[in-house]
Structures are given as C-alpha cells and as structure tokens.
C-alpha cells in the first residue's frame, strides 16, 4: 500500500518522488506539493507538461487547490484549455474559477471556451467566469448567448454566472417570471 508523501517533505523530496517514482506515487508527490501553496506553482506547471495523464491531470487539480495564490500558473491553464482531452480542458476552466479574480487574464479564453463542443467544458468555463464576479464582464454577451444552449446544466450555469458578473443585464435576459428565477435559484443561491 502506497502512502503519500508527506506534506512537511522538502520539496526536493517530493520533486524526486515526482521524477523517479511509479504511477500512483508520482500523483501523489504532485498531490502533495498543492500543499506547499505558492512556493510549489513553478513544479506544479512543470507536471503539467509530464508524459503521464493522471500527474498532468493532478498539477491542473493541485493549481486549483491551492487557489488565487497560483496565479503564476493561469498562462498555463490558459494553455490547457486548448488540450484535446475534453477532461483535462474541463479541469483547467475549474482550477481558473478555483483561482477566482488572480485568473482574470484568463477571461478571453474561458469565453471562446463557451463555444466547446463538450456541455462539461462549457459549463466549466461559465462557472468559473461567474466565479471571477466583475472582472468577468467582457464575456457577458457570449453568457447570454450561451442561454440558448441545448444543455440545460449549462443553460442553468450561464444564468448563474450572468447574475453574478453583472446582476442587471442579467435581470434584463432573464425575464420569464418567478418560476424561471426560482428554477435558477434566483432567491437564495
């Protein structure tokens, strides 16, 4: 049974564990630099470019763990969002909303993002927007747009982020009564 590393190891210790262990622990050393916080940004984006998917696929998560203080990483989570693997741009566009406002920068490709052919990248990607609150605005009118999707959970998401980047255009394109607005969660979410 593989333990992981622990997270008060140098970070050398962990970066080793990265280089020469096998599979599992190799997740788990990139698990335990979210850890370490800022200081482990520069190896987590490193990771990000590993030959092994689930370690790439562990840094994007761990750069969202660790939150706005990785916002070193946003230019290569912006990167991300261009994988072919639809997983792996769908963890990207939810480590930038983890990142908050610090990923602002990443606001023009979270809104192309909108337009992916995979509903979990969409929805993703208007999520995190939403997350970002005003600093998000520019991505407002492709937010409406994305109200006609054919996806309810991302027609439902875009609503949400369209209310928390920008309330009263948002009140302006929702006005279908009370019953669309408590299907929202308009109330209380």
């Not at 698990?31 to 990000?48: D, F, K, Q, T, Y």
């Not at 979270?110 to 929805?123: G, I």
Request: no cysteine.
């Amino acid at each position: 049974m593989s333990h992981p590393p622990d997270a008060k190891m140098p970070i050398s210790s962990l970066l080793k564990a990265l280089a020469r262990g096998e599979g599992p622990a190799r997740q788990e050393a990139v698990r335990a630099l979210n850890l370490l916080g800022a200081s482990a940004v520069p190896e987590l984006i490193g990771a990000m470019k590993d030959d092994d998917w689930d370690v790439r696929n562990q840094a994007v998560t761990s750069l969202g763990d660790i939150g706005p203080e990785a916002r070193a990483g946003v230019p290569a989570l912006i990167d991300a969002l261009q994988e072919e693997d639809k997983y792996f741009r769908s963890n990207a566009a939810i480590a930038l909303g983890k990142i908050g406002r610090e990923s602002r920068a990443a606001v023009p490709a979270l809104t192309r993002a909108l337009k992916d052919k995979e509903e979990d990248v969409r929805r993703e990607a208007a999520a995190s927007l939403g997350r970002m609150g005003p600093e998000a605005r520019a991505a407002v009118a492709n937010l409406v747009e994305l109200l006609k999707d054919k996806r309810k959970p991302v027609r439902k998401q875009a609503a949400r982020s369209l209310r928390d980047i920008d309330p009263e255009t948002a009140a302006g394109h929702l006005t279908l009564g009370s019953a669309f607005r408590r299907w929202l969660g308009w109330h209380k979410s």
